[in-house]
């Protein structure tokens, strides 16, 4: 089974800051990941995936994140961070053969300062 | 022209009744799903049809009941609704079952009283 954890339910920069949101994985297989951005009253967008390949994966909006498979993490980062940044993340897992689920972690707001 | 399409946006209705959402996409994808969100934002899958075919059925009541027309659609039936339903329902789809990069609608915003 696959679980995500995120550290810190909530994450306050100030513009122009470093955005560092932390997810760390448990899964028994290979797994994909995933980050995703919810604002206000919508929908989950896809920011960034990891599959295969490159360790480093970029995404939309300037995000990035590692996955780094002996620290079991796969932490997101921004180097600046927006008013338009302010939104709740999420990390998720999957496996990466059969069927597959997506498991979310619990999410992180990012509260972003003039 | 929305990708993955929800109705209604809101419901508000009494205990007991009898309820449905419909979700359709217009990606082509294969795969769609049916996500709950909790009040605290916490987000759990509940089913996912592959080209019509139920796939995942998590631990769900058997009062929450999906049907897929067709691999376009993806609707969901609640009967006898309780309180612990009020949830957002998020439909998604996906190309295929391998599910890299879900397309998220904008949610159903069901609230019992």
């Known amino acids: 089974a696959q679980s995500v954890t995120q550290l810190g339910s909530h994450v306050s920069v100030s513009e122009g800051a470093l955005v560092l949101l932390r997810c760390n994985y448990s899964?028994?297989?290979?797994?994909?990941l995933f980050w995703y951005v919810q604002y206000p009253n919508q929908g989950l967008q896809l920011l960034l995936k990891?599959?295969?390949?490159?360790?480093l994966v970029k995404g939309i909006n300037g995000f990035e994140a590692e996955f780094k498979k002996s620290e079991t993490s796969f932490h997101l980062t921004k180097p600046s961070a927006h008013m338009s940044d302010a939104a709740e993340y999420f990390c998720?897992?999957?496996?990466?053969?059969?069927?597959?689920?997506?498991?979310f972690g619990t999410g992180t707001r990012l509260l972003v300062s003039p | 022209d929305t990708a993955v399409s929800q109705t209604p946006k809101y419901l508000v209705t009494q205990m007991g009744n009898d309820k449905s959402i419909k979700c359709e996409q217009n990606l082509g994808h294969d795969t769609m799903y049916w996500y709950k969100q909790d009040s605290k934002k916490f987000l759990k899958i509940m089913f996912s049809?592959?080209?019509?075919?139920?796939?995942i059925n998590e631990t769900v009541p058997n009062r929450f009941s999906p049907k897929s027309p067709d691999k376009a659609h993806l609707n969901l039936h609640i009967n006898s609704l309780e309180l612990g339903d009020s949830a957002v329902y998020f439909c998604?789809?996906?190309?295929?079952?391998?599910?890299?990069?879900?397309?998220f609608g904008e949610g159903s915003r069901l609230t019992v009283l």
């Open positions: 049809y592959n080209n019509k075919e139920l796939i």
């Open positions: 899964s028994s297989v290979p797994p994909y």
């Open positions: 998604a789809s996906s190309q295929d079952y391998r599910g890299q990069g879900l397309f």
């Open positions: 990891y599959t295969t390949g490159a360790t």
């Open positions: 998720a897992v999957t496996r990466n053969t059969g069927f597959q689920k997506l498991v």
